[in-house]
């Protein structure tokens, strides 16, 4: 006779080894698949999975067969108008005889696609980096703290009474404690029945049953209170802000080496806090915040100050974003043209009111020239922090390393 | 393992063979009031009490009234993920891991999300008790219909057929799956992904070299051994001669030239050859080219009876549902939905219909089995000069036997009718390298009909497949290069992976491997590809 076995329960994820061992093996295409898409996506849009393409060939697993060529036959269903030695063309590209491998699925036969899960797609992106500071974000500084439950307490405020837990406990106490009394009336009455009434069994009677009416009902220690307790909490959210300077001397270029430098930079963040908020800061010589669109594509024209935007930033953390309550990250692109005092007021402004409140500051340079030290770099370079960085990149194939480098693990110790 | 795929097309294209199949084949509502009372079940829902009161039904018909030889059957539910799954692992419950199986699966997956694909209905596994997965997603009828095909067509098939019961052990699969799961496992933990990856990277890339055909001879016990060596001796001695002695002998160097070469004779299961012979093998990389060789053989048969297991299965489940109509133990909606699947399974497209995807073999195969019915029960005039054997027999000993000694190829070739090539108006194109044009070689008249047949038969033989490719020599004791002949048949040449499969095959020999190419009177073709 059959057995019949509900598998359902089982495992469902038995491919997920198998699944991980392609993955690892096409690591290399998958992140250059990875990369192609980083340049279309916005940046929010970024830390989501997506639909990846690799090239057929380089995952194709070869066998001996038959090539084009040589002489066959081959039959096939559906004659409508072909009698014995007609002639047909030979059609073009396809195998000779439109033969069985025709028509396969739709799906292009020329690459394999399919979707990675966000997981997969930040991980493949991200691969071996980490954020500094992080473990003492997560675990050390804690701040913020979150109540939970954590069992019962016999005391407490009469808000948080636990009516059933108090009612059995109650109903166990009575039972625990009139036992002995029932135990003890029950022998009274069974003399009763074995030897007849007597005033003095009457009198033992009325007595325990009187003890028993007496157990009270509710007592103080039965009650029972939701104990409940403050536990820490890391802080899971953080804000980014992206600082650029958009003056007429940064073109298109650089504003989409800046653009992947966001970027990256707000994938990390996704990864590692729940919620994530983006802060545009332009400047031109005046500061302005504005809407990612504008951010990356709004032309605007005047001089250079860094300051404006520092400040502006500043402002905004101290009414929007206490430091106590966000981790905030800070990013900044400039061409690194700053005149007259400007850089040394930034400088000092950045490293001695601003970086205390941040987790890191990170400022990218795309320099006209790269052999040139730029006056704002020249000023940077001397702001001496762990929470602090500086790098220059003059090409789009620089910005990525240059994140690792950034955030490279070691840079947390 | 075998599968009904769920066809995305609407039933309405479907080819005469279905209404023309003989026997029950229009629902008919029963006649008699008291049939409700017979009903297995309403409604289409199932439960597992259903399950297996619908498999004890089928059961029943399947054993008593057919005949029909099984091995017990496990049945398990399963949810569309694990069917992905078990897509993924080459339809065995468990198999090794390895990345072209995540890869099937993650193809699978996209194109099933997509919805470009359907899912199996089932998937069956040729073992002892014999294993079928039915999906939850279905209904009642396609449960009992995926039961009538998996666990009684399939099931019966695998324990019949010559071929499963020569080259595949139900007995021992699954623990033999479980211990190579084991192995490899234990090897990448003993020698490193990347190591037992490109082992079996090389063993996949020659597995449809790794199948033998023909039993090799069992080896001989010790007793057998001492009486041959016993024979040998007495014979030695009968023919013993002085004058053998005044002979000259030869000279050392003289003997080594006249060596046979090895292996005497060309040997085409290469996998084998590597396992036995390879000079620089680790023990454990041998026996993985073992487990890969054992598997290519335990997919052997299903490859060479395709149309014949596929047509089996699906002429039973059509068979054993219309008798539970008949019986009055199913309604009429309950047939319907199951008829509508049966229509949608066996449908077959023309050549220039879109999603055409070659010859069906559910169609075929379950064409040429009722159409086998068809010539027992009511033969024609046609019939009775094509099949004077059957015609007029009984189809139950017909079908059986030819169940049981054929595969696709020798059952095409046996007993494809010509009523069946005019239904499916089959014919075939000549692809000759020395004609600029394709050309109409024969097509379903009374002048084509064996041609055609012949044709057909041939493209389900292996040999048309695979290309000849045997190991011709092995150096033994020269460079230690391996030589491999590919013989051409009726010149066709490799497709452009051979360099790619002569790279793996290298990588396991560890010296020269060659791959020469002559035609079929073996005068050399092309160039000689040469790795290492």
Known sequence: ?413 | MSAILVTNTPAATVPGTAGSAPGESTPQLPLELSAGERLLSTGSEWTFELLGRYDEAIHAIAANEFGLDTYPNQIEVIASEQMLDAYASVGLPISYPHWSYGKEFIRNEHLYRKGARGLAYEIVINSNPCISYLMEENSLPMQALVIAHACYGHNSFFKGNYLFRQWTNADAIIDYMVFARKYVLDCEERHGHAAVEETIDSCHALMSHGVDRYRRPTPLSVSEECDRQREREAHAWRQYDEIWRTVPRKSASERRQGERPFPEEPQENLLYFVEKHAPKLEPWQRELVRITRKLAQYFYPQGQTKVMNEGWATFWHYTLLNRLFDHGQVDAGFMLEVLASHTNVITQRGYDQPGYGGINPYALGYGMMSDLRRICESPSDEDRHWFPDIAGGDWRQVLDFAMRNYKDESFIGQFLSPKLMREFHLFAVADHAGEPELRIDSIHNEDGYRRLRRLLAAQYNRDNQIPDIQVQHYERRGDRSLTLRHRQHRGRPLNGEASEVLKHLGRLWGFTVRLETVDEQDRPVGEVLSVG
């Open chain 1, 1 to 413: 006779m059959s057995i019949v076995i509900d598998r359902r329960l089982n495992d469902r994820n038995k491919s997920a080894s198998n699944r991980a061992r392609f993955l690892r093996r096409y690591k290399e295409q998958l992140k250059k698949a990875v990369t192609d898409m980083v340049g279309e996506r916005s940046i929010t849009d970024m830390d989501q999975g997506g639909t990846v393409s690799i090239p057929v060939k380089d995952i194709s697993e070869p066998s001996f067969g038959h090539g084009p060529g040589g002489d066959h036959e081959s039959v096939h269903p559906g004659n409508r108008s072909f009698q014995p030695g007609d002639r047909l063309p030979r059609p073009s590209g396809g195998q000779g005889g439109g033969g069985g491998e025709a028509g396969e699925g739709g799906d292009g036969r020329d690459s394999f696609t399919f979707a990675l899960s966000r997981e997969e797609f930040l991980s493949l992106f991200f691969d071996d980096l980490e954020l500094p500071h992080l473990v003492r974000n997560f675990l050390g500084e804690v701040r913020d703290h979150k109540w939970q439950r954590a069992g019962y307490t016999p005391s407490g405020v009469p808000a948080n009474l636990a009516v059933l837990r108090s009612l059995r406990t109650a109903m166990a106490r009575r039972i625990a404690l009139g036992s002995p009394i029932r135990r003890e009336l029950n022998r009274v009455e069974q003399q009763v029945t074995d030897e007849g009434a007597s005033p003095k069994l009457e009198a033992e009677r009325a007595l325990l049953e009187q003890r028993l009416r007496k157990i009270p009902f509710l007592d103080d220690m039965d009650l029972r209170y939701r104990h409940r307790v403050r536990v820490p909490q890391p802080i899971s959210r953080a804000v980014m802000f992206c600082l650029m300077d958009v003056s007429a001397s940064m073109t298109e270029e650089k504003k989409d080496l800046a653009k992947r430098f966001f970027t990256l930079l707000y994938l990390f963040l996704t990864r590692k806090y729940e919620r994530v908020q983006l802060v545009f800061i332009r400047h031109t010589d005046d500061a302005q915040e504005v809407d990612e669109d504008a951010f990356f594509h709004d032309p605007q024209s005047g001089g250079t100050v860094v300051l404006s935007a520092l400040k502006l930033m500043q402002e905004i953390i101290a009414e929007r974003f206490p430091s106590g309550q966000w981790n905030i990250y800070g990013a900044q692109v400039s061409d690194g043209d700053a005149f007259g005092a400007d850089p040394e007021k930034s400088r000092a402004l950045l490293a001695e009111q601003l970086l205390p409140q941040l987790r890191y500051f990170a400022y990218l340079e795309t320099p006209d020239n790269p052999e040139r030290l730029s006056p704002l770099m020249h000023a940077y370079s001397r702001i001496d922090s762990p929470h602090f960085a500086t790098r220059s990149v003059t090409e789009r194939g620089e910005v990525y390393p240059v994140l690792r480098d950034l955030f490279r693990k070691e840079a947390a110790a």
